[in-house]
């Protein structure tokens, strides 16, 4: 009797589900392990020593006043020569460093600085501490593009991965109460039915964060991130009037805008230097390199411009527009602890005053806030609260602190244990394959995947939630044309291939 033939419809489908989820598991639990791995040394990073330094603690003088960001911002400049500010980080609390973005020709540094004495405490090429290195593992393997693609990929597998983990355990348990408490007269029988308990069991458990840690991580991503989603969802720039330019004013009777303290400034990032010229989005403009630090709502929306007639009032005009006056209107609009300020860069640059849960500087996501202030007449070009962020804008603002820990301890804590299970369903995984590998020597080579031999037909109410899938997340379906050529054109062709992978 054919093999295929003896088993019943449902059984075929099991086979055939659990075929798909054996394939998908072995591809992207190596990139699981990976990601919660570096997630990890993130999370610890972070909140030890801070992303740049930022946690690092300085002894407070009896005189708590701090010296003038202008004075720290002079010796900040100091350890590059012929250097220009391009950001202040703002002391987290009071027994913090305050951190300065200096940059020189060819050459960027992120400086601490004793906010009291002024002292520069330490000094260290930008993007390039440990935090930054693990980061880029877990953004893109340090493959640049290629690796982003294949991250992305790979999370649209887990995708299909979780959906036939759920209909497998569904299968054996019937029930979500069943598919969440383990059933101890099943687990201790035999070992491979235990490895598969705590792995289903945990797998339901975490599953629900991990499409949602999926789901956000994507948005980041090149491709459905940045091509589609971002796409529609960039904060509305019009509102401040980037394009068409507004009338200009006059930029000679504004000299007093910089600080003697403050070297002429460096193009940082696209600028818009003539009035005719695109301007830059908020992500050229203001995120270091690799690292976002921009909300994810704003990164592709275009900066608003200095010397128009555009905006509200903002900082008086009898007050000269330096560092420490805008950083004391900062405080007096409600920034509080630590808070970034770029400085304007090039003729059209503005100064931008942000706080966001993304960047670390505080808690909360609905408490994320950037404004605008042109460099010439002081105004408020924009003041962007997160209320004022579309819907899916909110959902990235809250999901990216969830998905980074920032929400308090406990969230770092959440975090932890959410990597730590992660990392255990996927070891797991590769325990119950080599468990059920034949012991005949023959036999014992290749994948070995579930139901070998059997070619059973395509379950298409199953298909179709999975073809959607694969047509909103492009990746997905780049991969499974991908597959589907490689097993037409090549593994069908080799019998060594058949052996190894099917």
């Known amino acids: 009797m054919n093999r295929d033939s003896s088993q019943s419809p449902n059984t075929q489908r099991y086979f055939m589900v659990w075929r798909w989820h054996f394939y998908a598991g072995m591809f992207v639990a190596p990139f699981l392990i990976v990601l919660a791995v570096t997630a990890l040394g993130m999370l610890f990073m972070s909140n030890t020593a801070g992303r740049d330094n930022d946690r690092l603690t300085i002894t407070i003088p009896e005189s708590t006043?701090?010296?003038?960001?202008?004075i720290q911002a002079?010796?900040?400049?100091?350890?590059?020569?012929?250097?220009?500010?391009?950001?202040?980080?703002?002391?987290?609390?009071?027994d913090t460093v305050a951190l300065f973005q200096v940059q020189s020709e060819g050459q960027t540094n992120m400086v601490a600085v004793n906010p009291y004495t002024a002292d520069v405490v330490n000094s260290a090429p930008a993007s390039s501490g440990l935090y930054d290195t693990v980061n880029n593992i877990h953004s893109d393997l340090l493959i640049g593009k290629a690796g982003d693609y294949l991250l992305e990929t790979t999370a649209s597998l887990i995708i299909l991965m979780i959906l036939t983990g759920w209909y497998l355990w569904w299968q054996k348990r019937k029930s979500v109460k069943a598919m969440l408490i383990p059933n101890e007269r099943v687990t201790?029988?035999?070992?491979?039915?235990?490895?598969?308990?705590?792995?289903?069991?945990?797998?339901?458990?975490?599953?629900?964060?991990?499409?949602?840690?999926?789901?956000?991580?994507?948005?980041?991503?090149?491709?459905?991130?940045?091509?589609?989603v971002q796409a529609w969802s960039q904060f509305p720039a019009g509102k401040w009037g980037v394009a068409p330019m507004p009338m200009s004013i006059d930029h000679s009777q504004h000299s007093t805008a910089m600080h003697e303290s403050m070297a002429a400034p460096h193009v940082h990032g696209a600028?818009?230097?003539?009035?005719?010229?695109?301007?830059?989005?908020?992500?050229?403009?203001?995120?270091?390199?690799?690292?976002?630090?921009?909300?994810?709502?704003?990164?592709?929306?275009?900066?608003?411009?200095?010397?128009?007639?555009?905006?509200?009032?903002?900082?008086?005009?009898?007050?000269?527009?330096?560092?420490?006056?805008?950083?004391?209107?900062?405080?007096?609009?409600?920034?509080?602890?630590?808070?970034?300020?770029?400085?304007?860069?090039?003729?059209?640059?503005?100064?931008?005053?942000?706080?966001?849960?993304?960047?670390?500087?505080?808690?909360?996501?609905?408490?994320?806030?950037?404004?605008?202030?042109?460099?010439?007449?002081?105004?408020?070009?924009?003041?962007?609260?997160?209320?004022?962020?579309?819907?899916?804008?909110?959902?990235?603002?809250?999901?990216?602190?969830?998905?980074?820990?920032?929400?308090?301890?406990?969230?770092?804590?959440?975090?932890?244990?959410?990597?730590?299970?992660?990392?255990?369903?996927?070891?797991?995984?590769?325990?119950?394959?080599?468990?059920?590998?034949?012991?005949?020597a023959d036999e014992s080579t290749g994948l070995n995947p579930p139901a070998r031999g059997l070619n059973p037909a395509i379950w298409w109410p199953f298909a179709l939630p999975l073809l959607i899938v694969a047509v909103i997340f492009p990746t997905a379906i780049i991969a499974i044309v991908v597959i589907a050529l490689l097993d037409f054109l090549v593994i069908s062709r080799s019998a060594f291939l058949q052996k190894l992978l099917k």
Request: hydrophobic fraction near 45%.
């Open 271 to 440: 600028v818009a230097s003539e009035a005719h010229t695109e301007a830059p989005t908020h992500d050229s403009a203001l995120n270091s390199g690799d690292t976002k630090e921009v909300p994810w709502v704003l990164e592709l929306t275009p900066m608003p411009v200095s010397g128009t007639t555009m905006g509200q009032d903002g900082i008086a005009p009898n007050i000269p527009i330096m560092i420490d006056t805008v950083d004391r209107y900062a405080r007096e609009i409600g920034f509080v602890g630590r808070y970034q300020l770029n400085l304007p860069q090039g003729s059209t640059g503005v100064w931008t005053i942000s706080q966001d849960s993304m960047s670390y500087d505080m808690k909360s996501p609905t408490a994320d806030r950037t404004v605008h202030i042109d460099r010439y007449s002081g105004n408020v070009l924009a003041d962007i609260h997160y209320d004022d962020y579309n819907a899916f804008g909110k959902f990235m603002a809250a999901g990216i602190a969830i998905h980074m820990g920032t929400l308090g301890w406990w969230s770092v804590l959440a975090n932890v244990l959410f990597c730590l299970f992660v990392i255990m369903i996927s070891v797991s995984g590769y325990i119950m394959w080599w468990q059920r590998r034949p012991t005949n």
């Open 188 to 228: 201790n029988k035999r070992k491979r039915p235990f490895i598969r308990t705590i792995h289903a069991t945990l797998g339901s458990w975490v599953s629900i964060l991990l499409l949602f840690f999926c789901v956000s991580g994507m948005a980041w991503a090149g491709v459905w991130g940045e091509r589609v």
């Open 65 to 70: 006043v701090q010296a003038l960001v202008s």
């Open 74 to 94: 002079k010796n900040a400049l100091g350890t590059l020569p012929d250097s220009a500010l391009i950001k202040y980080i703002a002391p987290r609390d009071a």
